[in-house]
């Protein structure tokens, strides 16, 4: 499975962004997936999970009512929009897919992974 991550970019604090994650390879709609970031000087943490169906979905709570997962598994693509950011937000996104198809939070139990797209909030 491979895994792209596109949609980054520099914004204003109060703006949004829309992170895509298109799967390609041996793809499968049966895996959870999720969204990490990576601030400088700071070690990856996970942003939101969602299962396969996207019947349910997990977020940090540092951006729970901000940003917002989702999948088009026609499309083999995962979302994450971004709203309200903050400079806070800034750092590089990547996506991941497990090899499960229940919601996964715990960054080990992640097979696959995207090469990470950056995003800035300037203030």
């Known amino acids: 499975v491979q895994l792209q991550a596109s949609g980054g970019g520099l914004v204003q604090a109060g703006g949004s962004l829309r992170l895509s994650c298109a799967a390609s390879?041996?793809?499968?709609?049966?895996?959870?997936m999720g969204w990490f970031r990576q601030a400088p000087g700071k070690e990856r943490e996970i942003v939101a999970a969602?299962?396969?169906?996207?019947?349910?979905?997990n977020y940090a709570d540092s951006v729970k009512g901000r940003f917002t997962i989702s999948r088009d598994n026609v499309k083999h693509t995962l979302y994450l929009q971004m709203n309200s950011l903050q400079p806070e937000d800034t750092a590089v996104y990547y996506c991941?897919?497990?090899?499960?198809?229940?919601?996964?939070?715990?960054?080990?139990?992640?097979?696959?992974w995207g090469q990470g797209t950056l995003v800035t909030v300037s203030s």
């Open positions: 991941a897919a497990s090899g499960t198809v229940g919601i996964v939070v715990l960054e080990y139990d992640y097979q696959y």
């Open positions: 390879g041996r793809t499968s709609s049966s895996n959870a």
């Open positions: 969602i299962n396969w169906s996207g019947s349910t979905t």
